[in-house]
């Protein structure tokens, strides 16, 4: 689920029927003490809910990752 609000570049954009989808079983290296961006491949969908001033539009999904350091 995503941490916060998801948001877009569009201002004109409102990310009603914007949703993430729930990713299991990745494997992302991130060093101590920083923070690292990532692209989740079909993480975010979009329904016809959404308007089309959505379309082609760039969104930001914060998320929270849990995982065991080694």
């Given amino acids: 689920m995503p ?3 998801i948001t877009s570049n569009d201002a004109g954009c409102t990310t009603t029927g914007v949703t993430f989808t729930d990713q ?3 494997s992302i290296s991130v060093p ?3 923070s690292t961006e990532t692209t989740f491949a ?3 969908s979009m329904s016809n809910a959404s308007v089309n001033a959505c379309q082609g539009d760039t969104f930001t999904i914060p998320v929270n990752l849990t995982g065991a350091s080694s």
């Fill in 24 to 26: 299991t079983g990745l």
């Fill in 32 to 34: 101590a003490n920083s």
């Fill in 42 to 44: 079909n993480a975010a």
């Fill in 3 to 5: 941490s916060g609000a």
